[in-house]
């Protein structure tokens, strides 16, 4: 059974830094793109990031772009995001998703259950 | 930057009926194009894939159809665990979201 479990928010304030980690287990981890979503509190989804199974092509949605950072761990099964200058609208509940059936790794079959970041004095 | 609008906003419909959802694309994106159902308190779940593709364990009465610019997601027969909320996704390029359409039975 494929599973993504993600741990690592919690509240800290405008312009900290947070780390996200996501633990995947049921598939071959490193043989699929991994990916970001984000959704904001009564808002709609939003895509945040993604890294291709070796790590070599990373790609941002233009708002993060020089703050996050995704990175994988493939011998751990591990994706994660180190968010930094983090902004008050960067608050939402971020979920791991596994990309899946086109070769850009964007649409995405398995999500894990998500992990509040909430960013306020 | 692409843009997707989905209509309507919101619905409500009984139990066993037929329901459709459009998704508009601002520009051609062949069929990348992905159906997500999302439950109050849950995560999302893919329904479809590349316009009409049946993600497996999916129940039929879930379909997709449409190409280039408009699409549809069709519940052939409204079942009380479909109240969700529905959001097409385009992944021709950076994936964008349409701003989703709430599911209510009557």
């Known amino acids: 059974e494929v599973q993504l479990v993600e741990s690592g928010g919690g509240l800290v304030q405008p312009g900290g830094s947070l780390r996200l980690s996501c633990a995947a287990s049921?598939?071959?981890?490193?043989?699929?793109?991994m990916n970001w979503v984000r959704q904001a509190p009564g808002k709609g989804l939003e895509w945040v990031a993604n890294?291709?199974?070796?790590?070599?092509?990373?790609y941002y949605v233009d708002s993060v772009k020089g703050r996050f950072t995704i990175s994988r761990d493939n011998a751990k099964n591990s994706l994660y995001l180190q968010m930094n200058i983090l902004r008050a609208e960067d608050t939402a509940v971020y979920y791991c998703?596994?990309?899946?059936?086109?070769?850009?790794?964007?649409?995405?079959?398995?999500w894990g259950q998500g992990t509040l970041v909430t960013v306020s004095s | 930057d692409m843009q997707m609008t989905q209509s309507p906003s919101s619905l409500s419909a009984s139990v066993g009926d037929r329901v459709t959802i459009t998704c508009r694309a601002s520009?051609?994106?062949?069929?990348?194009l992905n159906w997500y159902q999302q439950k109050p308190g849950k995560a999302p779940k893919l329904l479809i894939y590349?316009?009409?593709g049946l993600q497996s364990g999916v129940p039929s009465r879930f379909s997709g159809s449409g190409s280039g610019t408009d699409f549809t997601l069709t519940i052939s027969s409204l079942q009380p665990e479909d109240l969700a909320t529905y959001y097409c996704?385009?992944?021709?390029?950076?994936?964008?979201f349409g701003g989703g359409t709430k599911v209510a039975i009557k």
């Open positions: 590349l316009a009409s």
């Open positions: 998703a596994r990309g899946n059936y086109d070769g850009s790794g964007f649409v995405f079959d398995y």
């Open positions: 996704q385009q992944s021709y390029s950076t994936p964008s």
């Open positions: 049921g598939f071959t981890f490193s043989s699929y793109w």
């Open positions: 520009q051609s994106i062949s069929n990348y």
């Open positions: 890294i291709k199974q070796d790590g070599r092509e990373k």
